[in-house]
Structure formats: C-alpha cells, structure tokens
C-alpha cells in the first residue's frame, strides 16, 4: 500500500512539473497583435472607417487595452460607441457621421504560454461581416499573429 501512495506521489508531482503555467499570458498585447494584424493585412475597408469599434465578447475593452491600442497608433473606440443603423443595415458612431466598422474578438483559447488561438470576426453591415480564427504566437518577446482561417462570410 505505501508503495503505490509513493508511486501516485510521484505521478502527482511529475504531472503537475510538465503543466503549462497557462495564466501568464497577457491577453491584452494578444487582443492588440490581433486589432494590428487585421488592421494590416487584408481588411482595408476596416482600416479606411470613420469609426472603429472594438467589441470583447460583446462587452467593451478595457480603457488599457483601448490605450495600448492607441499608443499603437489604431484610433479605436469601445463597441458601446456604436449603434445598428435600421435604415442601411450597417454599424454606425452613436453620434457622429461617417462609416464604421466592428473588430470582435469572441474568445481566446490559451494553447501555451507561447500559442494562442482567437475567435475573431469584423462588422460592417448585414451584407459585409466574417467570423475568422487566428494563431498568435509569442516571438522574441511580442505577440504575432502567424494565420488566420476565415470560418464564414457575409
């Protein structure tokens, strides 16, 4: 009987040696490679509106993560700032004119402390919308985004 404590002991202890300490990742600096990545590579009817908002599960994003997106130079507003236009079908700044867009980002599934995949998807109106998921990857010290699969269309 000791034996086989001593054996789950050490089965316990080499187990809990080889899993990833998952909660190191900082969600926000992937959240921002993902806005820059989207921004930057085939999405310029995004990056060409008036207004972009950015939606986080459908909440808004933190007034860090709105900063740090700043700092970084993409001029974005928090989802609450927009409202559905009934009459075009589109996104729209609640009180401003000019076209708008949505960057959604629904989920984050940590792989490991170096890989992440994102549900993410953009919002421009009824007949202008995509749901997509990227791999980020942590490289020398940064978050990039390495690919992205668009899932559907509209």
């Not at 034996?3 to 187990?15: A, P, R, S, Y």
């Not at 998952?22 to 509106?49: C, E, I, P, W």
């Not at 933190?62 to 996104?91: A, M, Q």
């Amino acid at each position: 009987m000791r034996l086989v404590f001593q054996f789950l002991v050490v089965v316990l202890i080499c187990g809990c040696a080889h899993t990833k300490d998952r909660s190191k990742v900082d969600l926000n600096q992937v959240r921002t490679a993902l806005v820059l990545y989207v921004l930057n590579t085939g999405f310029d009817s995004l990056g060409k509106a008036d207004h972009l908002f950015l939606s986080l599960d459908g909440s808004d994003p933190s007034k860090e993560l709105v900063e740090e997106l700043r700092e970084s130079g993409v001029n974005i507003h928090p989802v609450s700032k927009s409202k559905y236009d009934d009459t075009y079908g589109t996104v729209a700044h609640i009180s401003k004119l000019g076209s708008a867009a949505i960057i959604q980002i629904r989920g984050i599934k940590i792989i490991s402390q170096r890989k992440v995949k994102v549900d993410w998807g953009h919002y421009k109106g009824n007949v202008n919308a995509s749901g997509s998921t990227a791999t980020a990857r942590m490289k020398n010290g940064r978050w990039l985004v390495t690919k992205s699969r668009m899932k559907w269309i509209s």
